[in-house]
Structures are given as structure tokens and as C-alpha cells.
């Protein structure tokens, strides 16, 4: 039964059983989520959760990162930090499923390890790499249908990662990580309608808050069905949309059979968490290409002594799931130019980058912007693939430049390194944190070696 073999590969898993690069990849991932929490404290979905649910805090058991001095209850900060944490769209993506894996677990894990105190940075990173595999493993089980229909992937399987997470943490047994997993379960959350409004980054801020509290109750004797996961009225079959009625293959993706890939250490089964990739761009994963391209065109152009006024036209070819996901030809503001992939080629072509600052409001609706964004032309093309682009650009005196991008920055072909995490990090918390940046930074970074993982919400 799946909800019960997850529970106990969760259960038996140790932290000598992770291998070297598990680690490192876990921090990376802690590093990167820390970065993007703070870079987001300060935006607008933020601070309006925050003010609006403020009359139910409860007593100060957790943080919020990028507020000095302020804790609330546990489960209030789980949802806003992990809101924090996903609004700019700059986190974490399991490339195989577009799952943003950390945001749901760590804002979980990181709100309970306060509020319990004396968990060490092994113990935390342990329970983080938890709940970032079973997320990660139910999501291939029902990619891409479930995807396809209008769900939001990130937070259908983030509440059950963000409770497998916690029950780690908390040691619960494994009939309680069972029930555990069932009440994650049957709070699904996550229509893909709200891409581009301030309800996408409430999604894995509720996927933690509702993880978090599923392992609470199973923690205190509450009970749900053991089968939740598989059942045939569980989560599996009902939000997993197959074609031709074919049953979801949880056995192939968890490792119950023989032939399935399976969680790490069951069946030659493979860790996840090193599939996880880092965002270059604060925006639709699948605008990196053009974002690439066209900041490589950028600085040709700058070299050749062209300006953009003078540009004529603009082609892209692209992968297909580009326009269905990112093809918002007017964006509004600065959340809907997060999934508009003619804002991300304006902004290449312009300023060279793509940074947190390209999608405020106002660049966005910038007459300049606009008016290159309108010059802009994308043809989805099947022998693209996905983190890649061909873009011909001409200008008004018939100059033309060309450009293919083969693999994107923030692929698996050519990942983000320590140094560019480092920076965006620094970027990104710099204006919250001020002085103590490079401490936190250096803090985030060493998580591992933390005797006690409250530590690190002090300086943050």
C-alpha cells in the first residue's frame, strides 16, 4: 500500500543513508528557498496576508523571515513564509514535474523546528530531503495530466511532502505519519487559473500550513485513512487524470515493484532532490531560454553600436509549453509579466537581465517595454526542447542577428553554481537585511553544521 510504504522509507531513512551530493543538494536548496523568503517579504501578496490574518496570530512560536523581531503562531508563519517565499516566482523547480519543491517543506519544517526548538541542521536537513522526495515521487506518479487538467502541481503534492517533512522531524511513528500523509491528502490545493494573481504563492504557503497541521493531528492520535494515498477514491486516482483510463503507476514511482524507479534506496531507486535545478530569472521556467537569448542579443547589440528603438522585429522559436504557460502577450503588472514570455525577451533585449527589479509594475507597463514586447513573436516549434530557443532578430535597417540557445541557465546542463547562488541570494536580501546579509548568507550556507536550526531565523 503506497501511503504506508511512504511512511516507512520516510520513517527508516537516516541521515548516514544520504549520500554526499543528497546533502549538498538539500542545502543548496534550503540556501536558495532562505534567499527567496526574505526577497519576498516585502511584496504586496506578502504584507497583505500578513496584515489581513494578523487578528488570528497566536502565540510567538516561529519567525517570519525579512521581520525583524516579529514571531507568530506556527502555522500562520508556515503559510507566510512559504507565500514570501514563492511570490516573486524565483525558487526551486524539479525540472521532470515543475514542482517548486522547497517552498511548501522548508516554510513547514522551518516554522515547527522553531517552535519545538533543539532540532540540529542534520535533523532539519534530513526531514527537508523527506518530504522534497515523496512530493517530488507523487508528482511524476501523475505528471503531466494532472498538470494538463489545471492543477498546481507545487501544492497538490506539496501539503503531503510539507507532512511527510514534519512527521520526520517530529518522530512520528509510522501508522501517525500514515494518518499524517491521509490529512495532507485530502486537502488539495492549487488551481493554475491563479498564475499571475497574488493566489499562486498562496498555494505552497498553504500547502505548508496544511502539512504542517496534518502531522500536528496525527501527532496527537488523529486519524485518517491509511490508504489516502492509493485508494480508489484517494488522492492518486482522483486529482491523477490519466489517459484512457490508465491507473495512476505509483508502484513504478515509489519502488513497489521490481521495474519501478522508486524512492531512493528501494529498488534502485533515484534521489530527486538532485533533479532540482535553481532559477536564474524571476519568472515561468520556461522563459529562460528567451531570456538567455535575448540578453546575449542584448550585449551583440550594444558591441554592434544598435539600439532598441531600432529594432524591427523579433522571432523566437520555442517549446511548445511556452506559449500555453507563459503566453500573455499584455501583461497588467509586474505578477502576470512573470508568465508572459514577450515581457522576458523585452527585458533581455533591453537591460541585458532579468532580475526582481524587471518585473515591477511599472517596467512592465513601461511604454518602452511595451513597445519592444510588441515586436516580439514566439512560434511554438515540437523539435525545441524545453530549455531551449531560436530567436532572429531584425532591426529597421535590415540588420539581422541570430541566436540559439541551446540548454538555459538553471538546467541541468548548465546548472547555477555556488558563486551565482551566492549572489542572487545577496541580491535578493540585501535590502532587507542590510549588514547582516553576509552573515545570514554564510549561516544559510552552512546549515549542516547548525546545532540548532533556530539559530538561523535570528539573523534572518
Not at 511554438?380 to 531560436?390: G, N, V
Request: charged share 20%; hydrophobic share 40%; aromatic share 6%.
Amino acid at each position: 500500500m503506497a501511503t504506508n510504504y511512504i511512511s516507512s522509507w520516510a520513517y527508516n531513512l537516516k541521515y548516514s543513508d544520504l549520500p554526499h551530493d543528497v546533502i549538498q543538494s538539500a542545502s543548496r536548496s534550503f540556501y536558495n528557498w532562505v534567499g527567496c523568503a526574505v526577497g519576498g517579504s516585502n511584496h504586496p501578496a506578502t504584507t497583505i496576508a500578513y496584515s489581513s490574518l494578523s487578528p488570528f496570530f497566536g502565540p510567538p512560536q516561529a519567525s517570519l523571515l525579512g521581520r525583524k523581531g516579529v514571531r507568530i503562531d506556527a502555522q500562520h508563519a508556515a503559510l507566510i513564509n512559504g507565500i514570501a517565499s514563492h511570490v516573486h516566482d524565483y525558487d526551486d523547480t524539479h525540472l521532470d514535474t515543475i514542482i517548486h519543491p522547497t517552498g511548501p517543506v522548508a516554510s513547514a519544517l522551518l516554522a515547527v523546528a522553531e517552535w519545538k526548538g533543539g532540532f540540529s541542521g542534520k535533523e532539519f536537513l534530513l526531514a527537508l530531503i523527506v518530504g522534497i522526495e515523496v512530493e517530488c515521487k507523487l508528482g511524476l506518479a501523475v505528471w503531466p495530466e494532472h498538470y494538463d487538467v489545471g492543477w498546481h502541481i507545487t501544492s497538490t503534492t506539496g501539503s503531503i511532502g510539507a507532512a511527510a517533512a514534519v512527521s520526520k522531524l517530529l518522530g512520528l511513528s509510522i501508522e501517525q505519519s500514515s494518518h499524517a500523509l491521509g490529512v495532507a491528502a485530502t486537502q488539495v490545493v492549487g488551481l493554475r487559473e491563479m498564475f499571475g494573481s497574488h493566489t499562486k504563492s498562496f498555494h505552497p504557503g498553504r500547502a505548508a500550513q496544511s502539512g504542517l497541521i496534518a502531522a500536528i493531528l496525527a501527532q496527537g492520535g488523529y486519524t485518517s485513512s491509511e490508504t489516502a494515498i492509493e485508494a480508489k477514491r484517494g488522492w492518486a486516482n482522483v486529482v491523477g487524470v490519466t489517459k484512457a483510463n490508465i491507473p495512476v503507476s505509483l508502484e513504478k514511482w515509489l519502488g513497489m515493484d521490481s521495474q519501478g524507479i522508486g524512492l531512493a534506496g528501494t529498488n534502485g531507486g533515484r534521489w530527486e532532490i538532485l533533479r532540482n535545478s535553481f532559477k536564474p530569472y524571476p519568472c515561468g521556467i520556461v522563459i529562460h531560454p528567451v531570456i538567455d537569448g535575448c540578453s546575449q542579443l542584448h550585449r551583440e547589440m550594444v558591441r554592434l553600436g544598435l539600439k532598441v528603438e531600432d529594432i524591427k522585429e523579433v522571432k523566437a522559436k520555442v517549446h511548445p509549453l511556452v506559449l500555453e504557460l507563459t503566453g500573455k502577450r499584455r501583461p497588467k503588472d509586474g505578477l502576470e509579466g512573470k508568465f508572459s514570455v514577450f515581457h522576458g525577451g523585452a527585458i533581455g533585449l533591453i537591460f541585458g537581465k532579468g532580475t526582481p527589479n524587471q518585473y515591477e509594475d511599472d517596467v512592465v507597463r513601461d511604454l518602452a517595454v511595451i513597445d519592444v514586447r510588441d515586436k516580439m513573436d514566439c512560434e511554438a516549434d515540437t523539435t525545441i526542447a524545453a530549455d531551449e530557443t531560436k530567436i532572429v532578430l531584425t532591426m529597421q535597417d535590415g540588420n539581422v542577428l541570430e541566436n540559439h540557445v541551446k540548454h538555459a541557465v538553471g538546467s541541468i546542463e548548465l546548472p547555477m553554481d555556488d558563486q551565482m547562488l551566492q549572489q542572487k541570494f545577496e541580491d535578493q536580501c540585501a535590502a532587507v537585511l542590510g549588514d547582516e546579509v553576509k552573515p545570514a548568507s554564510t549561516k544559510c550556507w552552512n546549515v549542516e553544521d547548525v546545532p540548532d536550526i533556530a539559530v538561523i531565523s535570528g539573523l534572518l
